[in-house]
């Protein structure tokens, strides 16, 4: 009798045990939809643009038609020749989504759904239209700020933390997809940290909710009815959803949105450096025991971390506390640095750790990468040394000229360029500028023969270069091949 009933018991046990792991999935959406939408908002935009009036007034493919009509058949008669029509203004208007975060009506969304527009409405689930002011935008992440004018309160959305969200979880998207109007749909968050070559601090997470055209401003809400992101883009070769859509984590966005209320603009942390990923080979070569951190390829002069001390060459390993895994981790970190913060910097320098102390600048929004021109230098009859599959000439007034190089810039250039050779397997290109072989500065093809040749003698498997061209500084990994 006690081993039916223990058998009983571990039946019943086993059952509830499946119940439960099998309560993940929710049974609707139905009350966190009518608690959500009412803060959700549907934006209509219009900007008025200069340009030919159509031939035809039909739009679209018709008159595409039309106007390849009349170049094929030109008019006849004492009139004819090309149409000269005066260019005349006209409206072109956007739909996109955004939600209400305040009651007093501060509305985000994205840049791109308002970025140029005269005039901006905000449609509320009510069936209400109010014009919207934009308080301040970025293009940077993608998010912008309205605030509703009018004198009433609005319904409003908290925001979660996206950091504590996890691959798996539910998630729901309310928006305006197609300009339908305000429409949900429900996934789960397919990846987090997601880099799309979208801006230079992303970190997106990635979900299987059905966004659209029209989504983009809407928010991504958790379980809890909290915004953990902002939707933004989708990948899809049709225009539609193909259940990969990415959205700004909230915990990115706050940031960006505090500021862009309290300023008009965003005010980022600087460093002043200038970095590349640290890939397999350039770990090995620099000593450290795996891949990670940013390799500070040059120094902004008289920027923070000129100022700190730090150098290129250095890889960063920590920045006020945080860990940088990847590259790509640390221009966001030191953008939501507070300015003037003095933080920890950890550095790999030389097969040692370092500590550094740097207070962060302001980012000049303004500003852009200096970019040298293409290069127009050709071989200037200048000593020609090769090695590893390179031609090396040393930098001259010609050379410097055609790249419009600074006077004092010393390096040899890469004339000439075996693309079969390891040289150009580790990195190296066409016109780059080689400054410097390991911790030797170098001013000629000469001195890059003997600092490669002495390394090789001493049977170093591999030196870095440091190397400039059109996009900056950047350094290699040359693997030292004896049999070249």
């Known amino acids: 009798m006690l081993k039916v009933f223990n058998a009983a018991f571990a039946l019943i046990l086993l059952v509830t ?31 008025k643009v200069s340009g030919e009036s159509p031939h035809s007034g039909i739009p679209g493919p018709f008159n595409d038609m039309f106007e390849e009509f009349m170049r094929k058949f030109p008019q006849q008669g004492p009139n004819a020749g090309p149409r000269q029509n005066p260019p005349r203004e006209r409206e072109i208007g956007s739909l996109g989504s955004g939600f209400i975060i305040h009651p007093e009506g501060i509305v985000v969304t994205n840049n791109h759904v308002v970025e140029g527009a005269d005039e901006i409405t905000v449609n509320l689930a009510d069936g209400e239209k109010y014009v919207a002011e934009l308080i301040g935008r970025d293009s940077k992440t993608d998010l912008a700020v309205l605030k509703i004018k009018a004198k009433r309160k609005f319904p409003f959305v908290k925001f979660g933390d ?18 339908l109007g305000g429409s949900l749909s429900a996934g789960i968050i397919s990846a ?44 899809s070769p049709s225009g539609g959803s193909v259940g990969i859509g990415f959205s700004i984590p909230s915990d990115l966005a706050q940031n960006v949105i505090e500021q862009l209320q309290k300023y008009g603009e965003t ?12 890939t397999d080979e350039l ?33 960063i390993l920590s920045f006020d506390g945080q860990d940088i895994v990847q590259m790509r981790d640390l221009p966001r970190i030191v ?3 507070t300015v003037d913060k003095r933080v920890s910097v950890i550095v790999f320098r030389k097969g040692a750790k370092k500590e550094l102390k740097v207070v962060t600048g302001k980012l000049d929004e303004t500003e852009q990468a200096s970019v040298l021109p293409e290069s127009k230098a050709t071989k200037s009859g200048a000593v020609e040394q090769s090695i590893l599959g390179m031609t090396l000439v040393a930098l001259d007034e ?9 006077k004092n810039l010393q390096g040899a250039f890469v004339s000439d360029l075996d693309n079969n050779s390891v040289a150009y397997d580790s990195g190296v290109r066409l016109g780059d500028i080689i400054t410097k072989v390991g911790a030797v500065s170098v001013q000629n093809g000469s001195d890059v023969v003997k600092a490669i040749e002495a390394l090789k003698a001493k049977k170093e498997g591999s030196v870095l270069l440091l190397l400039r061209n059109a996009n900056g500084s950047r350094f290699v990994a040359l693997k030292l091949d004896s049999k070249n």
């Open 17 to 47: 045990i499946q119940t439960v792991s099998a309560r993940s999935a929710p049974d609707g959406f139905a009350d966190l939809a009518e608690r959500l939408m009412p803060a959700v908002v549907n934006i209509a935009t219009t900007q």
């Open 335 to 337: 953008a939501e640095t």
């Open 162 to 179: 996206s950091q504590k969200s996890r691959v798996g979880e539910w998630v729901i998207a309310i928006g305006n997809p197609f300009g």
């Open 283 to 315: 770990a090995l070569t620099l000593g450290l025991p795996k891949a990670q951190g940013a390799l500070v390829s040059e120094v902004s002069e008289g920027g923070p971390a000129d100022k700190s001390g730090i150098e290129a060459g250095d890889v």
């Open 398 to 406: 010609k050379i410097r000229e055609g790249l419009s190089l600074d």
């Open 192 to 235: 987090i940290n997601r880099d799309i070559n979208a801006g230079p601090y992303d970190s997106f997470i990635q979900t299987d909710t059905a966004i659209n055209r029209g989504n983009s401003g809407g928010p991504l809400f958790n379980m809890d009815g909290e915004v953990i992101g902002v939707n933004s883009a989708i990948i």
């Open 267 to 278: 005010r980022r942390g600087w460093l002043g450096v200038r970095i590349q990923q640290v």
